[in-house]
């Protein structure tokens, strides 16, 4: 059997010694027992903690209603990110997005291929804009991305508009007055910008020119994820308070 990569999102230990691994592939999001990798001295210890990017193979015997990942290999620790706080309270929301959101999303390839140019991202370099441009980049493949290019109320294509955050996209001006959660049109432009720009591109140097609404994107993408997923991250939620 080949080995597969993975990102472990969660762990848990497990009886004695073991742990369950939470593993997001390009396939799949399924949780694994690791027998033994509680223990430091154990030789899978090393590829048994969360924010870890392994290659992995598994039995196909359940132990405990549990695949077994049988044996691995560490790809990427994640080490620069591991040691620094601000990086690892970002991560940490991330983590914590990822297992509570991944199976509503089919396209595993494309969440696997997000999250590791995410998390490299962070790793490599540092903004604080980056929580809010995986939020706002994760919507798409929720299925509940903004709609920028057209009116979402009679569907005419248009490239000025305000936008309506309850209807989750642009208004053209002759619907306008159906609607009433219009949001800043000054942070559409940024949120938009960052929506439509490929990860690559969003640099610190280049996020740095733009104008600095981290409150304001926050707060539209507390609503919308509330308001279209009923979903609110109870890791963000406990790190605002300390
Ligand atoms: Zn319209």
New binding site residues.
Partial sequence: MSLIEGLIIKTQNYQENSKIVWILTAFDYTSYLMRGSANPKSHNYAYSNELTKIRFQTSDRLQKGFPILTSGEVVQNFSATKTNIDKMRMVIVILDMINQLANHIDDKQTLFSFCNQILDLINNSFHPLYLQIFRLKLLYLLGVGPIFSK?V??G?SIKQGTFDLNNGGM??V??QNQTLTFFDPDVIEVIKFLYLTKLVFLSPPVLNQIPNYLLEISQFLDHYYEHFLGFNSRAEAILKKL
């Fill in positions: 009116c109320n009679c005419t208004v053209c002759h619907c």
